[in-house]
């Protein structure tokens, strides 16, 4: 069961969601919350797990207020305005709804977060010695995939998508993410960042040079400036020569 709130300064769309949560069978309503700051009082006090969230609200709106919460549940945007859908998925949002959207639409938007929570539980049994293939949750291809940390050979960033590339994999998987979140999700202890646009695993680093580092595959990456001296700390950790 997942429990939600929904977010929207109007009535009547408030009560549309409603509707729409009372015919998912898998859904429990916590709340209807008319504000972001009525909505942070319920996540202070409720466990929730998803949120469907208005983006154009008075005062403060969806986005920001996503942004300033500081371990956010699943959320879906809901709004008329289809240009905030590139911002909604930066802040990683499961879903995107256009109002005005069809039971039928609400339903599949509904399985996109019972299947993500599934993959976040995975997740976290990882990170508590539960599951030795430790994963990470990423949207690509209209779908949330989980990706086990140890196939994961390096990131690259390209514009508004990250490339994760796979040892499993012939070809990288697409994601529409910002470098700074993936870093965040990654444990650092295994994966380092070694240029803006450019995260490594560390198990897959083979050579290290002035400048660049080749991975076990052979695929050579440059080193930025900003972020030499974490990658000399690491090598001069284990005693590593550079060539």
């Known amino acids: 069961m997942l429990r939600v709130i929904a977010i929207d300064d109007e009535p009547l769309a408030l009560r549309q969601i409603a509707a729409y949560i009372s015919k998912v069978p898998f859904l429990q309503q916590v709340a209807l919350c008319q504000s972001a700051v009525e909505a942070q009082h319920v996540l202070d ?5 998803a949120i ?3 983006i154009n609200m008075p005062d403060l709106n969806g986005l920001d207020f996503v942004r300033s919460l500081p371990d956010p549940p699943l959320v879906v945007f809901t709004t008329a ?11 990683e949002a499961v879903d995107y709804l256009l109002k005005p959207f069809t039971l039928r ?12 929570q599934e993959l976040v539980e ?4 990882a990170e508590q010695g539960e599951d030795s293939s430790d994963v990470i949750c990423v949207r690509a291809d209209r779908m949330d995939i989980a990706l086990p940390l140890k196939a994961v050979r390096y990131v690259q960033g390209m ?7 796979l040892t499993d994999r012939p070809r990288p998987v697409v994601t529409l993410a910002t470098m ?3 870093e965040e999700r990654l444990p650092s202890d ?3 960042r070694i240029h803006r646009s450019s995260i490594v695993a560390l198990a897959a680093i083979r050579e290290v040079g002035r400048g660049y580092l080749v991975l076990t595959d052979g695929t050579r990456l440059s080193v930025g400036d900003n972020y030499r001296h974490t990658l000399d700390a690491w090598v001069a950790d284990r005693g590593i020569i550079k060539h």
């Not at 639409?105 to 993500?116: K, S, V, W």
């Not at 995975?122 to 049994?125: I, K, L, Y």
């Open 180 to 182: 700074k979140s993936m």
């Open 190 to 192: 295994r994966f380092l």
């Open 105 to 116: 639409e609400f339903t599949e938007t509904a399985g996109r977060l019972r299947a993500r």
């Open 52 to 54: 469907f969230c208005d």
């Open 122 to 125: 995975r997740a976290r049994g």
């Open 81 to 91: 305005y289809s240009e905030y859908a590139i911002a909604g998925f930066k802040v």
């Open 45 to 49: 006090t409720n466990e929730v797990d």
């Open 159 to 165: 514009g508004e998508y990250l490339r994760i590339h």
